[in-house]
């Protein structure tokens, strides 16, 4: 019996990723733990294991597709069994990697029916709107881009990452990560490495707000917001604990979908990505002693703060 071989959940929950290329080619031998192939997310390009032994056939999808997780990509059927019938080779990847399959010489490309030239090559967004690159969606909802209003250079009008950040500099609709609400402001920063403390205390100050309460919240799973003693040692204590703190429950769960930065993901659970501060006089108000830190904890990765006001109705 044949054992579909889908993608699994390699980047954010339920994000398309990037096909990169096949490890192993139609009809190869496989064993279990052996890269079949590899894919793009935001984050690196990883590669996905069999799961089962067998022989590798029914290849649905080609390097530069965009696949979503849980979707089959190919089969592996069992060393004594016969491969698929060409029928499905044909839906997934065309006559010449049917034929392949069929066990009978490729068909000529010149034998192929053209693919209308006013249809994109690329996967369509909602109401037929050229597609964009998994990194490019990303980048849009860190900046809060609207790919509706965004204009593709890629090819067949593929909205690239450099398309998103030209839109998010220019001002596009959309682009303030608060959704352009009037009262949430966001503040972009940058971080350098994997693990990295910075005080953005100052940029806090800098805001304007209404008399009241203030919130400030990260919306990443990998970074985390909090209050700690101004000390410039002790950033660099904040990114040792980061580090070390869940290091003694390792291997987690949640590398078994090949996602490396499990404990990113534990470390941003226990620190809290959200803050909430008085405001008097139009300033957050600080202990004397406190500074607000950002945590990133799966850099370098350009980043964003949602600072708004829990003074309702009322305008800064």
Known sequence: MATEVIIPEVGEVGMDVTFVRWLKGEGDEVRTGEALFEVDTAKAVMEVEAYVDGRLADLRVQAGDLVTPHQVVALIVGLG?????????????????????????????????????????????????????????????????????????????????????????????????????????????????????????????????????????????TAALLVCEGDPDMLLDIERTAEGLFAPFEPFGHRRNNNPNAAAHLVSSTFGTQLVFPVVDGRIQLGPWQRVVFLELDGPRQRTILVGSLAAGVEP
Not at 82 to 87: D, G, L, M, Q, V
Not at 90 to 119: H, K, L, M, N
Not at 142 to 151: F, Q
Not at 187 to 202: G, H, K, L, P
């Open 81 to 221: 069994e016969e491969r698929p019938a060409a029928r499905v080779g044909a839906e997934a990847v065309g006559p010449a990697a049917a034929a392949a399959v069929a066990g009978e010489a490729p068909v000529a490309a010149t034998q192929a029916e053209p693919e209308p030239a006013d249809v994109p090559n690329v996967p369509s967004g909602p109401a037929g709107r050229p597609g964009s690159s998994p990194r490019a969606r990303r980048l849009a909802r860190e900046k809060g881009v609207d790919l509706a209003t965004v204009r593709g250079t890629g090819a067949d009008g593929l909205i690239t990452e450099g398309d998103v950040e030209r839109a998010a500099a220019a001002g596009a609709p959309g682009g303030s990560a608060g959704g352009g609400h009037p009262r949430i402001r966001d503040i972009r920063i940058e971080s350098a490495r994997r693990i990295e403390a910075r005080d953005v205390t100052d940029l806090l100050l800098a805001q304007v707000l209404p008399d009241g309460f203030a919130w400030c919240a990260t919306q990443h799973t």
